[in-house]
C-alpha cells in the first residue's frame, strides 16, 4: 500500500514557466513532508520541507503548500530553469514517542524537464 | 569528511556471489540509512542505525540482506547469494540526529549493483 503517492511519473515546463509537482498521502500521523531532487547517477538531495503545522513553506523559487484536510501536499518551482530538470521525491515523516523522525516513507518521484 | 562516501560506485557481480556495499556517514552523524531504489521504483528502506541503539532491519528484504556499523562510523551492506532481483542502485545516507524531522538526510551518490 502506498503511503505516499506521486500520480504524475512525469512533468514538461517551459523554461521560466511555473512547475507544480504534486503529492498525496494517506497517514495523518505524518509528522513533516520533504521533497528531494535527485540527479541521474546521484544521490536525492533535500530541496525543502514543511511541518505538519503549517501549511506553506518558501524558499527562493521553491515553495511547498500543504493541505492538510486533503491529504495533499505540491511543490511550486517559479520561475522553472533548465537546471532544475531532475527527478523530484516527495517524502513523508513518523516521528516516534521521542519526536525523533526514523525514517522517511518515499514517493516514486516525478521527471521534470525544463525546457528552454 | 565533507559528504557521505559510497563505494564502490558500479558493481557487477554474478548470481549467487556475495557482495559488500560500503558506506562513510558525514562525520559526528549518529543515524546511518540505507535505502535501494530499483529501475522503475521509489526509494525503499532497507535498515537504520542510530547510536548504540539495536538496528531498525525491517526493511531488508530477505535473510541475505545484513548490515553492520562498526565504531559508530562505517557501515557495510552485505547481500549473500545475490539475485538478479537485488540489482538496484543501493543509496546509504547520514544524519545528525535521528532522522531531523524538517532538514532530512545527507544522502551518498549509491552504489549501482548489477547482478548479471
Known amino acids: 500500500d502506498q503511503q505516499v503517492k506521486q500520480n504524475s511519473p512525469s512533468l514538461s515546463v517551459q523554461e521560466g514557466r511555473i512547475s507544480i509537482l504534486n503529492c498525496d498521502y494517506t497517514?495523518?500521523?505524518?509528522?513533516?513532508f520533504l521533497w528531494y531532487k535527485k540527479y541521474p547517477a546521484e544521490g536525492p538531495t533535500f530541496l525543502i520541507s514543511i511541518s505538519s503545522i503549517k501549511d506553506k513553506n518558501e524558499d527562493g523559487r521553491f515553495t511547498v503548500f500543504l493541505n492538510k484536510s486533503a491529504k495533499h501536499l505540491s511543490l511550486h518551482i517559479v520561475p522553472s530553469q533548465p537546471g532544475d530538470s531532475a527527478v523530484y521525491f516527495c517524502?513523508?515523516?513518523?516521528?516516534?514517542?521521542?519526536?525523533?523522525?526514523?525514517?522517511?516513507?518515499w514517493g516514486l518521484g516525478t521527471s521534470l524537464a525544463v525546457n528552454p | 569528511g565533507a559528504g557521505v562516501s559510497q563505494s564502490p560506485s558500479n558493481k557487477v557481480t554474478e548470481k549467487g556471489k556475495d557482495v559488500e556495499l560500503r558506506c562513510d556517514p558525514i562525520s559526528g552523524h549518529t543515524a546511518l540509512y540505507w535505502y535501494r531504489q530499483s529501475l522503475g521504483q521509489g526509494l525503499e528502506f532497507l535498515i537504520y542505525f542510530q547510536g548504540n541503539s539495536a538496528p531498525d532491519k525491517s526493511g531488508l528484504p530477505s535473510d541475505r540482506f545484513s548490515a553492520e556499523r562498526t565504531g559508530g562510523s562505517v557501515s557495510t551492506l552485505t547481500i549473500q547469494r545475490t539475485q538478479q532481483e537485488d540489482s538496484a542502485v543501493y543509496l546509504c545516507?547520514?544524519?545528525?540526529?535521528?532522522?531531523?524531522?524538517?532538514?532530512?538526510?545527507?544522502f551518498g551518490s549509491g552504489t549501482r549493483l548489477t547482478v548479471v
Open positions: 545516507a547520514s544524519s545528525f540526529q535521528a532522522g531531523q524531522g524538517s532538514s532530512g538526510y545527507t
Open positions: 517524502a513523508a515523516s513518523l516521528g516516534d514517542n521521542a519526536g525523533n523522525n526514523r525514517k522517511l516513507i
Open positions: 497517514n495523518s500521523m505524518f509528522d513533516y
